[in-house]
């Protein structure tokens, strides 16, 4: 595997890509993906994976940053100042890493740039050294690396939902189930098990049998992926047709789970990422702060964020396609000559190649030439999700710790019921089973052998009390159901998460 180390000035040679010479670039949204890792899941951003990242990094210095960029963003300072990058990614080592990577490239250490161009020191003020008090001068360490200032976002905290709005959202879940339980899915899953299972041979000591089948896809894939890169015995093995198969089958399982047009739980990530996009570029026209945002997330965004705006039903070979490590889209803000008004336009890259452009295409239908920001405002406004009471109750997760306090007394009352009733349901199939156990545990049936008389004789009195509670809770909840006869009560969809952790892959860490 070759990877490049391109230099600025080979970035420099795409800066003309998808814009107009003229235009003036009022600011960007950056999402990207992290760089080449071990197999998931790994806390280990690989060097290759750093290199990828740098690179990204690179290139969007060289068109942002760099004084010679016909493209630079009007106002950003050549190095780093808080106030004019808005960065954000989840707390997870692959990830993170790669944004300090792309920093690395994007805010290069401060000796390099005073080489790269005689107007810097005219315009920033770049103090590499200082005198203290008692007339000791110091140079900045690490040739004047620059420190730069990004979110880190825990799972649980609201800020979640921006970049990964698809992860512990049970609404997500309940649509992976349905995908799962759909004849596409089982039709293919039969038709390629001997494809799959005639890999055993080759991924022995890395993935066991039981785990070869389309189910786990994007698993398989990863390990082969992982594999064709880091370990040449490894890769003079696999054939290219294998190879292939592995990753078309990925691509249709990722694409599927994360993009069903008659299921918009399916998008739900894209659906906060665009409202966080839009929230940052209105800050930077209106107030001019942040200038360049930087969120890095994973690929599963990217096939929703693709879904969302139209992308995959115009091109579903193109965009139906697992992105590549470091790939990076972006919604640039910009005007052109001829008139003042603000513009928005997306673009793609599809990794960190120096061959990768960074392409403009049509969203939501639109010109490919950008549309007014008030026309994008528009179409955030029927697209997005922009808070979190929105995204919990898209979500159906009232139950989250981080929803609890928007929670409508009603919705987080019946999903606690449902939730009790999922309880019961493992061992009281209906209500006649319910009325049984409840004479058994009362002690009020002679014909009992079993049940809550023996558990209390054992010493479980406690123990018989607590299911009772909760027998009467679920009769109170199957009576109530009855009653309101609403037919909308959601599955515990939590609850029935397969156990096969692979099936939740798309939305585990990276
Ligand atoms: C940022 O750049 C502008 C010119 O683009 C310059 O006037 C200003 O002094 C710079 N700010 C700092 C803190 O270097
Ligand atoms: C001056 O102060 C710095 C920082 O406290 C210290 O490292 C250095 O040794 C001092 N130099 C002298 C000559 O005292
Ligand atoms: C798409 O969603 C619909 C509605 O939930 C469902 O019936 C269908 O099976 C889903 N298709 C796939 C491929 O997941
Ligand atoms: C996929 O097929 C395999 C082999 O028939 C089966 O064991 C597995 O349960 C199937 N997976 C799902 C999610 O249906
Ligand atoms: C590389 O792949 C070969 C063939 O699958 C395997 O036997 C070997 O253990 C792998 N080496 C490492 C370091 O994983
Ligand atoms: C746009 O940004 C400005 C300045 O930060 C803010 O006052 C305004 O509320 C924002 N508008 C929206 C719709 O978020
Ligand atoms: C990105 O590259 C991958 C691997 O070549 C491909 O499958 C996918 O379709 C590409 N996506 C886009 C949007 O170009």
């Known amino acids: 595997?070759?990877?490049?180390?391109?230099?600025?000035?080979?970035?420099?040679?795409?800066?003309?890509?998808?814009?107009?010479?003229?235009?003036?670039?009022?600011?960007?949204?950056?999402?990207?993906?992290?760089?080449?890792?071990?197999?998931?899941?790994?806390?280990?951003?690989?060097?290759?994976?750093?290199?990828?990242?740098?690179?990204?990094?690179?290139?969007?210095?060289?068109?942002?940053?760099?004084?010679?960029?016909s493209l630079r963003i009007d106002g950003l300072n050549l190095t780093y100042h808080e106030s004019q990058l808005s960065a954000q990614a989840?707390?997870?080592?692959?990830?993170?890493?790669?944004?300090?990577?792309?920093?690395?490239?994007?805010?290069?250490?401060?000796?390099?740039?005073?080489?790269?161009?005689?107007?810097?020191?005219?315009?920033?003020?770049?103090?590499?050294?200082?005198?203290?008090?008692?007339?000791?001068?110091?140079?900045?360490?690490?040739?004047g690396y620059q420190y730069i200032v990004s979110q880190g976002v825990d799972d649980d905290a609201p800020d979640t939902i921006w970049i990964k709005g698809d992860e512990n959202c049970p609404s997500f879940d309940a649509s992976s189930q349905r995908y799962y339980q759909s004849s596409e899915f089982k039709a293919?899953?039969?038709?390629?098990?001997?494809?799959?299972?005639?890999?055993?041979?080759?991924?022995?000591?890395?993935?066991?049998?039981?785990?070869?089948?389309?189910?786990?896809?994007?698993?398989?894939?990863?390990?082969?992926?992982?594999?064709?890169?880091?370990?040449?015995?490894?890769?003079?093995?696999?054939?290219?047709?294998?190879?292939?198969?592995?990753?078309?089958?990925?691509?249709?399982?990722?694409?599927?789970?994360?993009?069903?047009?008659?299921?918009?739980?399916?998008?739900?990530?894209?659906?906060?990422?665009l409202a966080a996009m839009y929230t940052n570029l209105n800050a930077t026209l209106v107030a001019r702060k942040p200038l360049l945002s930087m969120f890095t997330g994973s690929y599963d965004t990217f096939s929703q964020f693709f879904g969302l705006t139209g992308l995959i039903d115009q091109d579903p070979q193109t965009f139906g396609g697992l992105v590549n490590y470091g790939a990076s889209l972006v919604l640039e803000l910009f005007k052109t000559d001829s008139d003042s008004t603000p513009r928005v336009r997306f673009l793609f890259r599809n990794g960190t190649e120096t061959t990768d452009a960074l392409t403009p295409y049509p969203i939501f239908g639109q010109d490919?030439?950008?549309?007014?920001?008030?026309?994008?405002?528009?179409?955030?406004?029927?697209?997005?999700?922009?808070?979190?009471?929105?995204?919990?109750?898209?979500?159906?997760?009232w139950k989250l710790d981080l929803c609890k306090p928007l929670a409508p007394t009603y919705e987080a009352f019946e999903e606690l019921l449902a939730d009790k009733n999922a309880e019961l349901s493992s061992t009281v199939a209906s209500s006649d089973e319910l009325a049984q156990s409840l004479r058994n545990i009362l002690g009020t049936d002679a014909s009992?052998?079993?049940?809550?008389?023996?558990?209390?004789?054992?010493?479980?009195?406690?123990?018989?009390?607590?299911?009772?509670?909760?027998?009467?809770?679920?009769?109170?909840?199957?009576v109530c159901r009855k009653l309101l006869a609403t037919g909308a009560t959601k599955p515990p969809v939590t609850k029935t998460k397969m156990e096969n952790d692979d099936l939740s892959s798309t939305q585990s860490t990276v």
Not at 18 to 24: L, P, V
Not at 371 to 378: H, L, R, S, V, Y
């Open 1 to 69: 595997m070759k990877f490049s180390t391109s230099t600025l000035t080979a970035a420099a040679v795409l800066l003309a890509s998808g814009s107009a010479a003229d235009d003036t670039i009022l600011g960007a949204f950056i999402f990207g993906r992290h760089g080449d890792r071990l197999t998931k899941p790994t806390t280990t951003l690989t060097t290759l994976g750093a290199h990828q990242l740098l690179n990204s990094g690179q290139f969007y210095h060289a068109r942002y940053l760099d004084p010679e960029s």
């Open 90 to 143: 989840p707390n997870g080592a692959v990830i993170q890493m790669s944004q300090w990577a792309f920093f690395q490239g994007l805010y290069p250490p401060l000796n390099t740039l005073k080489g790269l161009s005689a107007e810097i020191s005219e315009t920033e003020v770049i103090s590499l050294s200082e005198s203290l008090a008692n007339g000791t001068d110091l140079d900045a360490p690490l040739e």
């Open 188 to 273: 293919l899953n039969a038709s390629t098990y001997d494809f799959y299972q005639s890999l055993s041979g080759l991924v022995a000591g890395g993935l066991s049998k039981s785990k070869l089948n389309y189910a786990n896809a994007y698993s398989v894939f990863d390990y082969i992926n992982v594999n064709a890169i880091h370990n040449g015995t490894f890769a003079a093995l696999i054939s290219d047709d294998d190879f292939n198969r592995v990753k078309w089958l990925q691509d249709r399982y990722t694409t599927d789970l994360n993009y069903n047009a008659s299921d918009s739980a399916t998008v739900i990530g894209a659906k906060t990422l």
């Open 368 to 397: 490919v030439a950008g549309i007014k920001f008030t026309d994008f405002e528009d179409l955030v406004n029927e697209n997005a999700i922009h808070d979190l009471q929105g995204w919990c109750s898209a979500c159906g997760a």
């Open 448 to 478: 009992s052998s079993s049940g809550g008389l023996t558990l209390a004789g054992a010493g479980g009195i406690g123990a018989g009390v607590t299911i009772a509670v909760f027998l009467i809770a679920g009769a109170v909840f199957l």
